[in-house]
């Protein structure tokens, strides 16, 4: 009976409201490496370009921030290594406390980056892990017409 049915209506190619889209492999290891190598690089081989973005410039910024603390905290290592012994003791002491601020403060924005390029790493890889899942897409109304012993049948779903 289900020859002289339409292509679309036979029972064994009635899909429903869900379309399965197979994707392409993507391997873990590159995009670990690839997020390690450069910032963001592993959540772009993921095809994860907001998420790229936000890795970039973060990873940027905080190494940005390190590279100005380091600038200052040498300068003011220079700075106290100057100024002589009988010089005033509060500015020998301010220099030396500005100089252990940006030491402390580049040593945090040291370890932030390590911490966010750990995390952007270890992102890549589990993206690339359930990149190649199936992935169901739901349509939003599905009317779809099956057959059935005496007559047909009207399916009808909604997705929200």
């Known amino acids: 009976m289900d020859t002289f049915l339409p292509d679309s209506l036979q029972a064994g190619k009635i899909r429903g409201a869900k379309t399965e889209l197979k994707l392409q492999k993507k391997s873990p290891t590159g995009a670990l490496l690839r997020s390690l190598v450069f910032p963001g690089w592993g959540q772009f081989y993921n095809k994860q370009y907001f998420k790229s973005a936000l890795v970039f410039g973060g990873e940027s910024a905080l190494l940005v921030a390190a590279v100005v ?4 905290a040498v ?3 220079r700075n106290f290594e100057k100024l002589s012994d009988q010089t005033q003791l509060g500015d020998k002491l301010w220099e030396f406390e ?3 601020f940006y030491r402390d403060r580049r040593n945090q924005f040291l370890w932030i980056t390590a ?3 750990f ?3 270890f992102d890549a890889y589990v993206d690339a892990h359930i990149f190649d899942f199936n992935q169901e897409q739901m ?11 005496d007559g047909l049948m009207l399916c009808f779903s909604l997705s929200f």
């Open 69 to 72: 603390d380091w600038s200052r």
């Open 75 to 77: 300068e003011h290592k």
């Open 98 to 100: 500005q100089y252990k």
């Open 115 to 117: 911490a966010v390029v």
């Open 119 to 121: 995390v952007s790493m």
């Open 139 to 149: 349509e939003d109304i599905h009317v779809n017409l099956a057959p059935k012993r």
